[in-house]
């Protein structure tokens, strides 16, 4: 029986998570792009991964991973990621979901995902899906910049939905967006976003590698080592398709919430008089100069250039600590 969600439409975006989420608030009825999506949920981030059990061994990560549930917090929808141990069963829960027209996000490794054939793993792929085949053993999938829906076998979701990749491992994560507060105030709850981002950012922590601007400081300070580890092409190609390629709309998410700072000037108007959209376009700009260059090296004989990309980075972390704090002086 082939079941399919009633009045879902995809629409293609930049990033998995953002997608994702403006595509479920157009389906309540909620228009919000997603880059003002993106916005709520705090999105900016940054993660230094540096050890021999990762692939590669050095890595820059540029989103906050708590972008979703940051999200659903910001318009007063409890969330929390479940788990299902058991696989038959977490598709039965999903499909049941499905038959009651509500659509289910789910966390994913791209590796396993067919239309993606990649040769590398990702398991914080955030996809929806919105129907499924028990006659053929497909599921349908929304996901990011595809145009159309996407078919996936059963067999496939199974092994995406349960990837034990680092640094996470997937237990058939997901969540059903059964209903959305229909009265919340995007104003507050930019606001709230707005502080959150920048306080984020702003509090150097070592729980999950190197975070925040702190950690954009960090790798400044080690991109040398970089040359003498083995893998240092693929550390540096990886870094690069992080900052411009997988996802990020450009300029490691940085473009997208320049994106977000211009929408959301018509509810904050301090952000229109400071300026704030064009001062984060040029910090993307400079993530996207530090990409071309981390691209350039990959493509190198020899592991030269990380001097020049750790001078360049310290400017970011200069250019980004003053950004937030500056937007805390001016919202709070």
Request: hydrophobic fraction near 45%; charged fraction near 25%.
């Given at each position: 029986m082939k079941k399919l969600i009633t009045h879902w439409k995809h629409t293609p975006g930049r990033h998995c998570g953002s997608t994702a989420l403006s595509n479920l608030m157009h389906f309540y009825g909620h228009p919000l792009s997603e880059a003002i999506c993106f916005g709520l949920g705090a999105g900016l981030g940054f993660f230094y991964l540096k050890g021999d059990y990762f692939n590669p061994t050095r890595a820059l990560m540029t989103r906050s991973a708590g972008l979703e549930p940051?999200?659903?917090?910001?318009?007063?929808?409890?969330?929390?990621?479940?788990?299902?141990?058991?696989?038959?069963k977490a598709l039965?829960?999903?499909?049941?979901?499905?038959?009651?027209?509500?659509?289910?996000?789910?966390?994913?490794?791209?590796?396993y995902i067919d239309y993606y054939n990649s040769k590398t793993h990702f398991n914080g792929h955030i996809v929806v899906l919105c129907g499924y085949d028990d006659e053929k053993g497909t599921a349908y999938i929304s996901d990011t910049h595809w145009n159309e829906i996407q078919e996936l076998p059963f067999s496939s979701l199974e092994k995406a939905r349960t990837s034990k990749s680092p640094p996470m491992v997937l237990e058939n994560n997901y969540f059903e967006v059964d209903k959305i507060n229909s009265s919340f105030d995007l104003k507050p709850a930019i606001r709230t976003a707005l502080i959150k981002q920048a306080e984020d950012m702003l509090a150097d922590s070592e729980a999950f590698g190197h975070y925040g601007v702190g950690g954009?400081?960090?790798?400044?300070?080690?991109?040398?080592?970089?040359?003498s580890v083995k893998?240092?092409?693929?550390?540096?190609?990886?870094?690069?398709?992080?900052?411009?390629?997988?996802?990020?709309?450009?300029?490691a998410f940085r473009l997208m919430y320049s994106e977000f700072l211009k929408e959301a000037e018509e509810y904050i108007k301090e952000l229109k008089s400071g300026e704030m959209s064009g001062k984060m376009r040029k910090i993307a700009d400079k993530w996207t100069k530090l990409a071309d260059?981390?691209?350039?090296?990959?493509?190198?004989?020899?592991?030269?250039?990380?001097?020049?990309?750790?001078?360049?980075?310290?400017?970011?972390?200069?250019?980004?600590?003053?950004?937030?704090?500056?937007?805390l002086m001016m919202i709070k």
């Open positions: 940051n999200f659903f917090e910001a318009i007063s929808v409890p969330f929390s990621w479940r788990e299902e141990a058991n696989n038959a039965s829960i999903a499909q049941k979901f499905i038959d009651s027209n509500i659509p289910v996000m789910l966390q994913t490794d791209i590796y954009i400081t960090a790798v400044a300070d080690d991109f040398a080592t970089w040359a893998d240092w092409k693929w550390a540096a190609r990886f870094s690069y398709q992080i900052i411009e390629k997988r996802g990020t709309g450009g300029g260059l981390l691209k350039a090296i990959s493509e190198s004989e020899k592991a030269t250039g990380f001097d020049k990309a750790a001078t360049l980075i310290s400017e970011i972390a200069s250019l980004e600590k003053k950004f937030y704090k500056d937007i």
